[in-house]
């Protein structure tokens, strides 16, 4: 008798571990993907577990779009025709012109941008950033081809081109804007839905991919 209660008490001391160890995993932080639908959704923000509202615009290339002290626009959305094989999937390019301007007192940072930018692929989130996208952007723009690496200045108008890897075989888009990620503010993202029929076949790359 003594023997199955001593069982049954390292039963229930075991059980309570493993509920307290799962309960820590729960508590892990988040990653800082942020997916987005129309109206309003939620997200996590990185290194929390607070839950917030965004609220969503949909903009159309070509359209100017505010938000407090920032404007912006997304100019031109390009896919280019050069792929890649990587992890046994093969991988497109797609380049998307941005004019941004920072009406604001501070420095707008936007050049950690997958907290800025966000990357839905035929309905499903995508990582779409690569550290590879400013090297993509100059073989194919060269010179002309500016980036968002330093911060948009206070009064400043910025243009440039931010790279998205995707499938090569993508049919949709979905690029999340969070035109004050720059200043920790996630609270309104603009949504631009793209078809890839929408899109301008990329220009002849200055330097070749490879």
Known sequence: MMKKQMQKAVCLLLGSVLLLSMGACGKK?????????DGSSVTATQTT???REIKSHKGEIGEEMQYQDVDAVMKKAYVSDYTFSENGSEIG???F???ITNNSEDELAVDL???TFG??????????????GPRFIYKEFGDSGKTFDTAIQPGETRDGYICMEVPADFQSLRITYFPRAGFLDWDEAFLFDIDRS???AAPEPVEAFQ
């Open 29 to 37: 932080d988040k990653t800082s993907a942020r997916d987005v639908t």
């Open 93 to 95: 390019l797609t380049f």
């Open 119 to 132: 990357l839905t692929v035929d309905g499903e989130a995508y990582p779409g950033v690569s550290i590879r």
């Open 49 to 51: 577990q607070v839950v």
């Open 97 to 99: 012109e941005f004019e």
């Open 198 to 200: 929408d899109m301008e």
């Open 113 to 115: 941008l997958s907290q």
